[in-house]
């Protein structure tokens, strides 16, 4: 069972940075892509970002050129770095997983509140 534990979120305002973690239990090899998702109070879940394994990105039009996912093999991590950040970017964002066997996994979520 492969577990993936989020970090990094938190209150921020308008114009502000924050970098998200997800730690995972199992090499990022593992894997075929991750990805982050979020979601809004009363809102479905929607991608955010994503990175397969050999490194291409994409991104949701509403975060291109603001935020950026990248990945550590050697730490089993991946990141998001969140910048100009705007109050619609307030949600819970979660982490995903896919294995090339097909499991998806997601983590507990961390939440990101953008206010002044």
């Known amino acids: 069972q492969v577990q993936l534990v989020e970090s990094g979120g938190g209150l921020v305002q308008p114009g502000g940075s924050l970098r998200l973690s997800c730690a995972a239990s199992a090499s990022l090899l593992s894997f075929t892509g991750m990805g982050w998702y979020r979601q809004a109070p009363g809102k479905q879940r929607d991608s955010v970002a994503g990175i397969s394994t050999s490194g291409i990105t994409n991104y949701a039009d509403s975060v291109k050129g603001r935020f950026n996912i990248s990945r550590d093999n050697a730490k089993n991590t991946v990141y998001l770095q969140m910048n100009s950040l705007k109050p619609e970017d307030t949600a819970v964002y979660y982490c995903?997983?896919?294995?090339?066997?097909?499991?998806?996994?997601w983590g507990k979520g961390t939440l990101v509140t953008v206010s002044s």
């Open positions: 995903n997983a896919i294995t090339f066997m097909g499991a998806n996994y």
